[in-house]
């Protein structure tokens, strides 16, 4: 996570008491460990001449138990980032010591004062030479090494190996060391042993890591810091409100005297524990909101450090990762580690997962007087700005006074700020500036302020998406929250029902219970989401009351309906309206959100700017019959309008160059997915309706069905592409009355059939939130009109009624070829693979004549002569007949694979692209995918190759010579040897060519095809190759033989089970009697 301490660096830390160690380390800290290791002998007989072990020994010790004796003061007069200092300082000498302590106690075969040069040595190292090298090398372990430090994110027993791992480096080195002097060619082997047992063997490792242990319990008495970091704090229960922080650093905390004056911000920030979960202006009626205080549940965490190459972005870097329950003793091992002043901790999440949230209540929980907490809200401060400029920026927001930063960290008294950089992800999306460097901008800052003696912690958040637009310092810790658990949803309830259940009471109602919020657990799992089920069901229970299974869609409507309508009545002049009306009125409240579905819809993104947003609804919203009465003479804009009602919509903010810009998104996509279904079938019946009373009236107008509407919302982006849509389109449509569904499916092949053709008095003309060219826009528009079709008929749909009803039949094919081909000529490889996923396309034969139908895909195994158009129009259909491709069963060319195998894609692909040469020549392929599989490989690790052609040329070039047909095999081999029904085929033509390849080959081959059980093919080659070794007279060139016996040898020994009546009995004699056994 950041540098820890050398033994040199916590001696200075601590202020060392004065011997031969301490001044030799401070001498290599002077110059550096190359110079002083060819300077020493010059430099004085102190620096110059070699410690013996038992100095090394009593000075490392007896720094220790002086250093160590005073942590219990340390608690007073410091300042937190100075406390924190001494604490790694202290531990990074313990580290050490309990070493030399554990070596002091083992029985030596000589004293340790005479582990040391000779008086010869030392007086030749006293004229000039340099200090031996194994003696250096054991100095640099002291000088040089950086010391194991327990962390918050790691446990206590990788700490417990980091430092294993120094004792084994120091005794390495010390016995190097003691093996080159004279003292070692003295003693005899046994003593040799003895000596390098004591030094290095692991029963002094074991007692070093007891010394360690014992140790480090001692010190986590008294600094509360060794066991928040080593993780030893009991396990908490589920906590609430980050209470849990205040407490682990308040013992922690440095005891100052003097009154803690100047915690105004902090204050700020308490305050902010005691609001409404929604704030006090959005309290809905009927129900208690709880405050922040008594609401907010501890979240879980995934945690990491992200270095060069990771991609925390992406949810498959963070599979498998262990989830932390105990966010609290994270944060506090975190903020009290020295690693938290060298790196910003960066807090990543989905919307509404509670990140801006965790920061509020953090800044609250932090003590007064350990850390000066400063919160900036990176929408709210100027994007392109310095690291400084934003926290300044921050403050003046808060105090309404301008206060430079260093005059604010002086205020604190040695208080650590903490400063808390909240939505780098809404800087980003609302201004649209590049801050790809801003993470190691704040690393920057941070290192500057150390320097300079302003020390401060920094934590970032942002959405998981967005760090991938952005680099990591390298060992940068990261957290990931994590979604609500069943405990967590409990434990939320529970304090929502706290204020809710005498209030449901009076009306007759019943609060939420968990199992009911668990039937809806993708809501239920974020937090603000949660709250709005709990609002929803304290309606009329509507959870709880159901019958029967709620289905997706009208779960959504029901939720948006309801939020819709008491957003109605919160105005006074709709309250003492009639139900009826406010409902209507509470439905146009939809219909405005669902713009700003449509809005994001047609952009093919997540989110969108207030700017689009406002242009999108003054063009396709009537606001007039809406408008709030309640919003006086400087009404808001349309965007402010629609997103200040629904707190599911996340509202970004940012100000780059004075301008201050926002853009949208919902909380949970599913939101804006269900939108743009429910706009789209409400579009439907209003065009639907529009066209019955044009059918049934005389004097109605002529110029035709105006579809401007449902043209602009469907003639910008694929409904394919969004699944969920999909779904909830076919719920809404299942769940439409009958005559009303009916009128939508005689509807929609009208509008299909003019669905290419200019409209130039349809409405809504001017809209265009993207650029796109008219053929896009075509593709998009009828591809999406035939996939309502599918839909709403729920069954498989004659092409001919769909496309040009008037048309004659023989047309068919033509006509549908002439919108599929737009749709895949336009479409992105996205698009197009996920349209051919929804529906499946059957060609029907009927004589020369052709027809064909679509249905939705249902995962029914697709065939193949259900896909392909095998006629050429005008070519006789005597000459031309599927009959004549056929046996009798009609079942000779055709197979049936599962849709969503390779196989199966390219049939379903050529039944929506129909062309009688591509089905002449897919026929042809059907044994080989008959005897392959469906699961056609284009490469085998990274090498590509054609399985098919590959096959075909070993069938087609049997005439070959030897040396290109066992080229031919080998190339064959390295690519299908790994892919057991490619490996068969193989083996099948090699059984059947063992008299056109030499023994040697034949065993190359089938030694690289020798993977997994063998199987009949592989036996029968080998018994063949032994056939012709016997009977081609080769009885007495036993290298055939052997190598063949070798082989059956190998199969025995993988597959000891495997039955072997295969092969010739002679030549399983000869394996099982012979010497051959050895051969292998």
């Given at each position: 996570?950041g ?14 008491r ?23 002998g010059f ?35 410091l ?23 554990a ?12 582990l ?19 003696y ?6 002291l000088?040089?090494?950086r ?10 027993a990788?700490t ?7 004792h084994?480096?120091?005794?390495g080195?010390?016995?190097s ?11 005899d082997?046994g ?24 140790a ?14 080593a993780?030893l ?8 409100g ?12 440095a ?6 004056s100047?915690a105004y ?7 902010m ?16 909101l ?21 991609k925390?972005e992406d949810h498959?870097w963070?599979?498998g990762?262990?989830v ?30 509670g ?6 209540v953090?800044a ?7 850390f000066l907490?400063?919160?900036v ?61 801003y ?7 941070q ?14 958040t942002?959405?998981t998406?967005t760090?991938g ?9 990261t ?5 609500f658990?069943?405990d967590?949803?409990h ?15 009076k009306?007759?109602?019943?609060p ?5 919020a ?7 799992e974020q ?5 709005l ?35 109605v009545?919160?105005?006074t002049s ?20 669902a713009?700003?579905?449509l809005?994001?819809?047609?952009r ?25 009465p ?10 402010e309008?629609?997103t ?12 780059a ?8 998104e ?15 079938i ?7 309706a ?5 059918r ?11 579809d ?6 469907l ?26 569904r009916a ?7 009208e ?27 075509l ?9 309502l ?31 599929a081909?737009?749709?895949?000529g336009?479409?992105?490889s ?14 029907e ?16 195994p697709?065939?193949l ?15 031309t007949?599927w ?27 050529t ?14 392929n ?10 056609v ?14 096959l ?18 080998r ?8 892919v ?18 030499t ?46 016996v070798?082989l ?9 089970d495997?039955?072997?009546?295969h092969l010739?009995?002679d ?5 099982r ?8």
């Open positions: 996570m540098e820890t301490l050398t033994y040199a660096d916590a001696l200075k830390i601590l202020g060392h004065k011997s031969r160690l301490a001044g030799l380390l401070d001498a290599i800290g002077s110059v550096g460990l190359t110079v002083w290791t060819a300077t020493a430099t004085g007989a102190d620096m110059g001449v070699p410690l013996n072990m038992f100095e090394l020994k009593n000075d490392i010790v007896r720094h220790a138990h002086a250093l160590l004796a005073q942590g219990a003061d340390w608690r007073s007069g300042s937190r980032f100075d406390r924190t200092q001494r604490l790694a300082a202290a531990h990074a000498v313990l580290v050490v010591s309990v070493y030399f302590e070596l002091d106690t083992r029985d030596l075969p000589v004293p340790l004062e005479r040391a040069l000779s008086r010869e040595e030392q007086t030749a190292q006293a004229t000039g030479e340099r200090l031996p090298r194994d250096v090398e054991l100095i640099e372990v000088a040089s090494d010391m194991p430090l327990p962390e918050c994110h790691s446990s206590y990788q417990r190996l980091d430092v294993r791992r120094v084994e480096r120091l005794a080195r010390l016995r060391f003691v093996k080159g002097l004279a003292v070692w060619d003295a003693l082997d003593e040799r042993t003895r000596l390098t047992d004591a030094i290095a063997g692991p029963e002094t490792l074991r007692a070093a890591l007891k010394r360690y242990d014992d480090f319990r001692a010190l986590a008495a008294d600094n509360h810091e060794f066991a928040v970091w993780s704090t009991e396990a908490h229960a589920l906590g609430a980050l209470a849990g922080v205040s407490e682990l650093l308040g013992v922690m905390a005891r100052r005297d003097g009154d803690r100047r911000l902090s204050r700020n920030y308490q305050a524990l005691d609001e409404p979960l929604m704030g006090s202006a959005q309290s809905p009626e009927g129900v208690v709880p405050t922040l205080r008594e609401a907010y549940i501890n979240p879980r965490c995934q945690v990491a450090e992200v270095n060069p190459g990771d925390p498959g963070w599979q990762r262990e932390v329950d105990d966010v609290e003793r994270l944060l506090a091992g975190f903020l009290t580690s020295p690693g938290a002043t060298q790196a910003p901790l960066v807090v990543l999440g989905e919307p509404g997962s990140k801006s949230t965790f920061t509020e953090l609250a929980r932090l003590p007064v007087g350990d907490p400063v919160r809200e990176l929408r709210a401060v100027p994007a392109e700005s310095m690291i400084q400029e934003q926290i300044e920026h921050a403050v003046y927001r808060e105090l309404g006074e301008r206060v430079s930063w260093h005059d604010l960290v002086e205020a604190g008294d040695g208080a650590l700020p903490v400063v808390l950089l909240d939505g780098f992800d809404e800087l980003l999306q609302a201004s649209g500036v590049n801050r790809y460097d993470l190691e901008q704040v690393r920057d800052f290192r500057v302020q150390a320097r300079i003696g302003h020390p401060l912690v920094a934590v970032v942002s959405r998406v760090a637009r952005t680099r990591f310092p390298i060992g940068t810790l957290i990931r929250l994590q979604p658990s069943d967590q949803i434990a939320w309830l529970s304090a929502w029902n706290r204020h809710n259940s005498g209030v449901l009471a009306r007759g109602l019943l939420l219970t968990v199992e009911t668990l039937e809806h657990r993708e809501l239920a937090p603000l989401l949660l709250m089920l709990a609002l929803f069901d304290a309606t009329a229970n509507a959870l709880q009351n159901r019958h029967g299974t709620l289905e997706q869609a009208q779960l959504y409507r029901a939720l948006l309906l309801d939020f819709s309508l008491r957003e009545r919160k105005s709709h309250r003492g309206l009639a139900t009826d009306r406010q409902l209507l009125l509470a439905e146009r409240e939809m219909h405005r959100l713009i700003v579905a809005a994001m819809f047609v093919r993104r997540q989110a969108v700017s207030a700017a689009e947003l406002d242009q999108d609804l003054s063009v396709l919203f009537d606001a007039r019959d809406s408008e709030n309640d919003a006086g003479h400087d009404p808001p804009s349309p965007s309008q629609v200040s009602r629904f707190f599911f919509l996340h509202k970004s903010e940012a100000t160059h004075g301008e201050h810009t926002r853009s949208y919902f909380l949970h996509s599913t939101f804006g997915e269900f939108l743009v279904s429910w706009l789209t409400r579009a439907l019946c209003d065009l639907a529009v066209r019955e009373v044009m049934r009236g005389m004097t109605g107008s002529q110029n035709g069905l105006d401007g509407f449902l043209y602009a919302l003639s910008f982006a694929c409904l394919a592409e969004r699944r969920p849509t999909v779904d909830f389109l076919a719920e809404l449509l299942t769940a439409m009355p009958g005559d009303e009128r939508i499916r005689q509807m929609l092949p509008l299909l059939a003019s669905s290419l053709y200019p409209h130039p008095s349809r409405s809504h003309q001017g809209y265009e939130p993207t650029r796109d060219h008219i053929p896009r826009r593709a998009a528009y009828s591809a999406n009109l035939t996939l079709a599918v839909l709403v008929a729920d069954e498989e749909i004659d092409v001919a009624e769909l496309y040009e009803p008037s048309q004659i039949t023989d047309q068919v094919v033509g006509s549908w070829h002439r919108y081909g737009l749709w895949h336009q479409f992105s996205h698009e197009w693979n996920c349209t051919i996923d929804l529906m499946r396309v059957r060609i034969r009927d004589g020369e004549q052709m027809n064909v139908y679509v249905r939705r895909e249902d995962g029914s697709v065939s002569k259900d896909s392909v158009t095998t006629i050429q129009p005008p070519v006789s259909y005597d000459l007949r009959e004549v491709l056929a046996d009798t069963d009609g079942a000779l060319y055709d197979i049936e694979v599962p849709p969503m195998t390779t196989a199966g894609r390219i049939i379903r692909e039944a929506f692209l129909p062309n009688w040469r591509t089905g002449m020549l897919l026929l042809q059907v044994p080989f995918l008959r005897a392959t599989g469906p699961t490989r284009w490469h085998a690790e990274d090498v590509p190759f054609l399985p098919g052609a590959l075909a040329e070993l069938d087609y070039n049997r005439d070959v010579a030897p040396e290109r047909r066992a080229a031919m095999y190339r064959c081999s390295t690519v299908m040897a790994g057991p029904e490619l490996r068969e085929q193989l083996l099948l033509r090699l059984g059947d060519d063992i008299h056109a390849l023994p040697s080959t034949t065993v190359e081959l089938l030694r690289a095809m020798s993977a997994g059980p063998p199987s009949h093919a592989y036996l029968h080659a080998i018994d063949r190759l032994w056939r012709r070794a016997v009977l081609d007279g080769t009885r007495k060139d036993p290298n055939t033989r052997h190598m063949v070798a059956v040898k190998a199969v025995l020994k993988a597959s000891p495997v039955a072997l009546n010739s009995r030549l399983l004699v000869a394996a009697t012979s010497n051959e056994w050895n051969a292998a």
